[in-house]
């Protein structure tokens, strides 16, 4: 059965450094998402992309954040400058056309930020 | 704004038993979907079962089941025969057509074998 796949799984990082963290969606799919969840609290949407840009980011997404669809299999978010706060589990999901279809989660990569 | 509740931040139950998570939302959308994950300690997101809004009929899957009442806004989880491996963090999800899913908080539930 096809699955999302995620890169690392764990990324420990300095405060102040870059990290990419990697997506492979199915591969029939289009649209792309990015949730995110600290440490016991619940899910939270970051950016949603479609037709390689962004349909939809919310406010956690800010400049330090982006989107990249590089090659066509793969699916990146990029840190640009880590914080403490960013310590959380970063989940990719994916999803065909069609309003009845439903999202596919990757198995999350935990960043660690010291 | 969509918004997701869940009231109970934790539940238990004996395994076997029933159980039953509550979840209201708010929207002002008619056509939407509603969603129940599952999250076990490995933190991956396992979704349970599915709701079209448009659909009257309650979804089940196996020993899970929902009780929609979409004029009262309500989603809840029924658990039937509840075993061991149940026990995880279920959370609540909306989602109208192409957008994001918005979560409810989460309600940790443990079986008491």
């Known amino acids: 059965e096809p699955e999302v796949t995620q890169t690392p799984s764990h990324q420990v990082t300095q405060m102040g450094q870059e990290v990419i963290l990697r997506c492979v969606p199915i591969s029939n799919h289009l649209y792309f998402y990015w949730y995110r969840q600290i440490l016991g609290q619940k899910v939270e949407f970051l950016v949603s992309?479609?037709?390689?840009?962004?349909?939809?980011k919310s406010e956690i997404f800010d400049d330090q954040f982006s989107v990249e669809r590089p090659d066509g299999s793969n699916f990146t978010l990029k840190i640009r400058s880590t914080k403490l706060e960013d310590s959380a589990m970063y989940f990719c999901?994916?999803?065909?056309?069609?309003?009845?279809?439903?999202?596919?989660f990757g198995p999350g990569t935990r960043l660690t930020v010291l | 704004a969509q918004t997701v509740t869940q009231s109970q931040p934790e539940m238990s139950v004996q395994e076997a038993e029933t159980v039953t998570l509550s979840c209201t939302y708010d929207t002002s959308e008619s056509d939407y979907y509603l969603f129940w994950y599952k999250q076990p300690p490995s933190r991956q997101m396992i979704l349970v079962i599915r709701?079209?809004?448009?659909?009257?009929q309650n979804a089940t899957e196996n020993r899970f089941s929902v009780n929609f009442q979409k004029a009262a806004k309500s989603f809840s989880l029924k658990i039937s025969d509840s075993q061991l491996g149940d026990a995880a963090m279920y959370f609540c999800a909306y989602r109208v057509l192409n957008e994001k899913l918005t979560f409810g908080t989460g309600t940790r539930l443990t079986i008491i074998p």
């Open positions: 999901a994916s999803r065909d056309l069609g309003r009845d279809n439903e999202q596919f």
């Open positions: 709701q079209e809004a448009y659909k009257q």
């Open positions: 992309f479609y037709n390689n840009e962004i349909s939809e």
